[in-house]
């Protein structure tokens, strides 16, 4: 009997990102995604806050949203907003909190409920690969603003406002990471803060800010938060379990867990830029980050990241490349975005040694006799 298949082939979407090659485990060095630190999760009393908060109301497992309703688990969004008070500048309510799993899916209730295909949003020139594809997706127009030390250039967010305007067109909002900016580690000057403010209330536009990383900051001090809240989330909750566990662990450790986790951090930091600058010398350019879990790195013209990436793979050093974290192209194309945070400050040297020889080998850069050199003048 002949075997039937069937062409799932002309049913793609044609907006679909390239296949995914198969999982083949985490290569030996591991410089990808948002990793963090294993020797820093507090596993001992994750345990004893899941048993402490299972034996106290389990139970509540057997309903949707915990008998705290569709917006999360009330004694975690009870915590947030006590912190976001104090560590944010951020005055609200547990109700006006929304629990979701991850950020996407926060991008997605947001994109769902403003855009439309050929609407247009204003967004850093390096952002979040995953706000970058989604709006990629919807077949939205990304205008990338450029960001320098202290963050997104407001100028720049002016000019293209008027220029929007100008052509008769609204952005639907401006996104921007303006604490611990991803990948470029800036955070958004105070002055600059209150300039993006008035241009939203001017121009008629909302700010649609993420602020995933904004506790890891070397020195702990954050400057107040822009927000806003969208309460639009209709699922059946957000992950039952994981949000009792994290308000049980919360409300007694948080406070004391992020300083030791940010100190292992900038020690990671350290060794990174140590490793690149013996490495790369002067190839590689970089700024010290002022927090998270990321090093942008800008290598010559002449280097591909997209290819470098799959040659160093096959090395087994793991990066991403610019292309995915930018606007533009040609701006990504020698850029690469380096998590500092999962492997250990061995394997950070060791793959920084390979990643070197691999670029050496692929684009003729650095140059191993200036490594040398540097060496000896030590």
Same mark, same amino acid.
């Given at each position: 009997?002949?075997?039937?298949?069937?062409?799932?082939?002309?049913?793609?979407?044609?907006?679909?990102?390239?296949?995914?090659?198969?999982?083949?485990?985490?290569?030996?060095?591991?410089?990808?995604?948002?990793?963090?630190?294993?020797?820093? =999760?507090?596993?001992?009393?994750?345990?004893?806050?899941?048993?402490? =908060?299972?034996?106290?109301?389990?139970?509540?497992?057997?309903?949707?949203?915990?008998?705290?309703?569709?917006?999360? #688990?009330?004694?975690?969004?009870?915590?947030?907003?006590?912190?976001?008070?104090?560590?944010?500048?951020?005055?609200?309510?547990?109700?006006?909190?929304?629990?979701?799993?991850?950020?996407?899916?926060?991008?997605?209730?947001?994109?769902?409920?403003?855009?439309?295909?050929?609407?247009?949003?204003?967004?850093?020139?390096?952002? #979040?690969?995953?706000?970058? *594809?989604?709006?990629?997706?919807?077949?939205?127009?990304?205008?990338?603003?450029?960001?320098?030390?202290?963050?997104?250039?407001?100028?720049?967010?002016?000019?293209?406002?008027?220029?929007?305007?100008?052509?008769?067109?609204?952005?639907?909002?401006?996104? *921007?990471?303006?604490?611990?900016?991803?990948?470029?580690?800036?955070?958004?000057?105070?002055?600059?803060?209150?300039?993006?403010?008035?241009?939203?209330?001017?121009?008629?536009?909302?700010? $649609?800010?993420?602020?995933?990383?904004?506790?890891?900051?070397?020195?702990?001090?954050?400057?107040?938060?822009?927000?806003?809240?969208?309460?639009?989330?209709?699922?059946?909750?957000?992950?039952?379990?994981?949000?009792?566990?994290?308000?049980?662990?919360?409300?007694?450790? $948080?406070?004391?867990?992020?300083?030791?986790?940010?100190?292992?951090?900038?020690?990671?930091?350290?060794?990174?830029?140590?490793?690149?600058?013996?490495?790369?010398?002067?190839?590689?350019? $970089?700024?010290?980050?002022?927090?998270?879990?990321?090093?942008? =790195?800008?290598?010559?013209?002449?280097?591909?990241?997209?290819?470098?990436?799959?040659?160093?793979?096959?090395?087994?050093?793991?990066?991403?490349?610019?292309?995915?974290?930018?606007?533009?192209?040609?701006?990504?194309?020698?850029?690469?975005?380096?998590?500092?945070?999962?492997?250990?400050?061995?394997?950070?040297?060791?793959?920084?040694?390979?990643?070197?020889?691999?670029?050496?080998?692929?684009?003729?850069?650095?140059?191993?006799?200036?490594?040398?050199?540097?060496?000896?003048?030590?």
């Amino acid at each position: 009997m002949a075997s039937a298949s069937f062409d799932f082939a002309p049913l793609w979407a044609p907006s679909l990102p390239p296949p995914a090659a198969k999982w083949t485990g985490f290569p030996k060095y591991n410089f990808t995604g948002g990793n963090n630190d294993a020797d820093h =999760v507090p596993v001992d009393r994750l345990m004893a806050a899941a048993t402490a =908060v299972l034996a106290r109301e389990g139970s509540t497992l057997a309903t949707y949203g915990l008998e705290s309703g569709p917006l999360g #688990y009330r004694p975690l969004r009870e915590f947030l907003a006590g912190k976001l008070k104090r560590t944010a500048g951020i005055a609200c309510t547990a109700d006006e909190i929304l629990i979701t799993s991850g950020s996407l899916q926060a991008l997605d209730l947001v994109n769902g409920a403003l855009l439309a295909r050929g609407d247009t949003v204003l967004i850093e020139q390096e952002s #979040y690969q995953g706000a970058l *594809t989604r709006l990629a997706r919807l077949g939205v127009n990304a205008v990338g603003i450029p960001l320098d030390r202290d963050g997104l250039r407001t100028d720049a967010v002016a000019a293209a406002l008027d220029d929007l305007k100008r052509r008769g067109i609204r952005a639907k909002y401006i996104y *921007t990471i303006p604490t611990v900016q991803n990948p470029t580690g800036t955070i958004l000057s105070e002055q600059r803060r209150h300039e993006l403010l008035r241009l939203s209330e001017q121009h008629h536009v909302p700010i $649609f800010e993420d602020d995933c990383y904004a506790d890891l900051i070397w020195d702990g001090r954050r400057p107040a938060a822009l927000y806003a809240i969208l309460a639009l989330k209709t699922d059946a909750g957000s992950g039952a379990l994981e949000q009792m566990v994290l308000a049980e662990f919360c409300a007694s450790h $948080f406070t004391d867990h992020v300083p030791r986790l940010t100190r292992g951090l900038r020690a990671k930091l350290e060794t990174l830029m140590e490793a690149l600058a013996e490495q790369f010398g002067t190839s590689a350019e $970089f700024d010290d980050p002022k927090g998270g879990i990321f090093l942008w =790195v800008k290598l010559p013209d002449a280097v591909d990241t997209q290819k470098l990436a799959q040659a160093a793979l096959a090395a087994g050093v793991a990066i991403n490349p610019g292309r995915d974290w930018s606007t533009q192209e040609a701006y990504g194309k020698s850029r690469l975005r380096l998590c500092f945070a999962n492997p250990s400050t061995q394997a950070i040297r060791e793959g920084v040694a390979v990643l070197a020889d691999v670029c050496r080998r692929e684009f003729g850069v650095p140059q191993r006799i200036a490594n040398v050199e540097r060496r000896a003048r030590a």
